[in-house]
């Protein structure tokens, strides 16, 4: 053999070493969190100010099924109005701004203050409509992958950062790998036990928006499940006076 070819030869060699070494190393790169919340986090906070209608159904063990629609307005993750449009309910406001929140009665100017984890109906609360960015109040880590009804998922520990005050500290999050879409959702408490569970059923379009259009909520502290179908969205420019309460009689 010729001293050019084994000289080549060689080189292949090298060069083969070389892929097989680095192979692995790719192969057992860990996946960038950071980068899964923030991809997720697009479609899920699409309308982060809107106008939304939706149908809240919430049963329970023994209790009867409940059905109401709700006219909702949200601009961003601080202010909230929830409009109860069932006739028995017609008038009844419930307003979240900043850490502040509200119950209004029909026919009354008095509004009586509530906690901001105050629940609409059933399992349903304020928070289940606030459009926070997860990027914004969490560090995340990654668990592991799983598959959650067909999808694969990477599975991120969501821990609440350093001067961040979210309503649940720790959230486990599935997140599928084709689609960058949530798909799960369980809230901790601070002992680690499950708070609530979400999972996002359903992904659609509407008005040229993608987004959550079914979800389904199971409360781990009190028997109950909770189905929220969005019959409509839409992005709206909105008034920050919306999301005042009412002045106080006699003032």
């Given amino acids: 053999m010729s001293d050019r070819r084994l000289a080549a030869g060689l080189v292949l060699l090298v060069l083969a070493l070389l892929l ?3 192979a692995p190393s790719a192969r057992s790169a860990p996946p960038d969190a950071a980068a899964i919340l923030a991809r997720a986090d697009v479609p899920r906070t699409a309308l982060s100010e809107a106008r939304l209608h939706l ?3 919430t049963s329970g063990s023994g209790s009867a099924t409940f059905t109401g629609e709700f006219a909702v307005l949200v601009k961003g993750p601080e202010r909230i109005r929830i409009e109860f449009l069932a006739p028995a309910d017609r008038g009844k406001l419930l307003l979240v701004n900043g850490k502040d929140a509200w119950l209004v009665l029909p026919n009354t100017r008095n509004p009586i203050r509530v906690p901001r984890s105050h629940r609409v109906t059933g399992g349903f609360a304020v928070a289940d409509v606030a459009r926070t960015r997860f990027v914004d109040d969490y560090d995340a880590t990654v668990e592991r992958a799983d598959v959650l009804a067909g999808r694969t998922c990477d599975v991120l520990l969501l821990r609440a950062r350093k001067g961040r005050d979210p309503a649940f500290p720790v959230l486990r999050v599935w997140v599928d790998r084709a689609e960058s879409l949530t798909r799960k959702v ?6 680690g036990k499950t708070a609530r569970e979400a999972t996002f059923d359903e992904w659609g379009t509407l008005r040229g928006v993608r987004t959550v259009t079914r979800m389904t909520i ?3 502290l ?3 499940t909770t189905v929220v179908d969005y019959l409509d969205a839409e992005r709206s420019k909105l008034d920050d006076a919306l999301f005042d309460p009412p002045v106080p009689a006699g003032r």
């Fill in 218 to 220: 199971v409360d781990a």
């Fill in 20 to 22: 097989l070494a680095l």
């Fill in 222 to 224: 009190r028997s109950g």
């Fill in 55 to 57: 149908r809240v159904t």
């Fill in 186 to 191: 369980i809230f901790l408490l601070p002992s």
